[in-house]
């Protein structure tokens, strides 16, 4: 930890610049402070953050569904195998593979894209473009089904309170939309094909010493968020239920 000396900030990560006004940081080499200025830290710190959760996502999506996939499994091989038993059971290999496949997919893609690999950062953007069309055919089978259902109870104001709401599907579906859009302008921006070319892929491991940090990118932080008040919804559930017993 130092303070600059131009600006007075306190840096804390990076032993080459200021982060604040990219004066030199004291006893820095020139050489490598002229590299390290050259740095997008910015843009770094963004496809660290989606490559974070490429690999986190992997490993608790992967171990999640082999631990509920050891359970059914059990469940099967313990009880004898008959014709449709074995069907399921040939089934749910296949299921498995496929699965324990895009974990690892998604792992490695996370591993080259938090190098800052082009071809990681093209694979990256045309999966969330896939995502974002399939978020766009769901948003549109939901509102289709409502609107059978919104028909079946009619104008009878007797159900009016009954009646299901769009408006949780259409907050939904705008956040989501825009999460993936937010990725896919970041990955095929100018910036980031930038980040991810050769010459700057040098100069970041001349400059090894300076990494981007992770929590300046809402790339990193919302999933984060997200994730925790997930873990404390599921948590909460679980009391509930042993709370029954
Ligand atoms: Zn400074």
């Not at 359970?71 to 004898?80: C, F, M």
């Amino acid at each position: 930890m130092w303070s600059c000396d131009t600006c007075g900030r306190p840096n804390r990560h990076n032993p080459l610049i200021c982060e604040t006004c990219g004066a030199a940081a004291p006893g820095a080499d020139a050489n490598q402070v002229n590299l390290a200025l050259q740095r997008d830290l910015a843009m770094e710190s963004h496809l660290r953050g989606l490559a974070f959760w490429y690999r986190i996502g992997a490993v608790v999506f992967g171990v999640g569904f082999l631990v509920l996939f050891g359970l059914v499994g059990g469940a099967l091989v313990s009880s004898p195998l008959h014709g449709s038993s074995a069907l399921m059971a040939s089934a749910f290999g296949y299921v498995a593979m496929f699965v324990v496949a895009a974990a690892a997919g998604s792992y490695v893609l996370g591993h080259y894209l938090g190098r800052f690999a082009n071809g990681a950062r093209i694979a990256a953007a045309i999966l969330s473009i896939v995502g974002l069309a399939f978020t766009l055919l769901r948003f549109v089978l939901t509102c289709v089904a409502y609107s059978r259902l919104s028909a079946l109870y009619g104008d009878s104001s007797l159900f009016a309170d009954a009646q299901p709401s769009l408006m949780g599907p259409i907050v939904m579906f705008v956040l989501s939309a825009l999460w993936s859009g937010a990725i896919i302008l970041t990955l095929f921006s100018g910036r980031a094909a930038q980040v991810c070319s050769p010459a700057y892929r040098t100069i970041v491991a001349r400059t090894a010493a300076m990494k981007a940090s992770m929590v300046k990118t809402p790339f990193f932080v919302v999933p984060l968020v997200v994730t925790i008040l997930a873990a404390m919804v599921v948590l909460r559930l679980l009391m509930a239920m042993r709370g029954l017993y």
